[in-house]
């Protein structure tokens, strides 16, 4: 990012736009997030966007739009990764050399977060997003669904998080 401001004549080092990325996630999460229990778990990408809460009004507001591109229902697919924080496999893998030097067993994999989304693909769009520190649970599957209500059908993994979540309408 900083590459592509100085392009543009715009100079900041890397705490500034660390701090910037910061401010702009807790802004869209103060206006577009979906909040259980009062703590903000997704954000809802489609009132963003569009100034819509669920794909159900998307569809009310955009019918004949829809119509005109030749989509009669909307589906959408559900997923969530696992990435390890930077340098966490450096840091295992040297960790597990050593222990396995020392014949000891190997640590489980590295420390690391869930990103989970929600994407309309005949739209090209997310419906949602969520970030967090914690393993993926059911709730988290719930709140990843509600801006995709309305959908005809959500593809999703074997994950048994989904299981009550993504119902067609």
Do not use: W
């Not at 994407?119 to 649970?137: E, I, M």
Request: include cysteine.
């Amino acid at each position: 990012m900083e590459n592509q401001l100085q392009k543009i004549g715009i100079q900041v080092d890397k705490d500034t736009v660390a701090r910037y990325v910061r401010e702009f996630g807790d802004k869209f999460a103060e206006r577009h997030g979906i909040t259980v229990a009062g703590e903000s778990f997704t954000q809802n990408v489609l009132a963003a966007l569009f100034d819509m809460g669920t794909v159900e009004e998307l569809k009310e507001e955009y019918g004949e739009e829809l119509a005109e591109a030749g989509i009669e229902e909307v589906a959408g697919c559900a997923d969530e990764t696992y990435p390890a924080k930077k340098g966490a496999k450096k840091d295992l893998y040297e960790e597990n050399m050593e222990r396995k030097q020392e014949g000891k067993n190997p640590r489980p994999p590295p420390e690391g977060f869930t990103v989970n989304l929600g994407y309309l693909p005949q739209l090209d769009c997310f419906a949602s997003v969520q970030c967090r520190n914690t393993a993926f649970a059911s709730v988290l599957a719930n709140a990843l669904g509600l801006p995709m209500e309305g959908v005809a059908y959500c593809v999703t993994d074997d994950e048994d998080c989904y299981n009550d979540s993504f119902q067609p309408v």
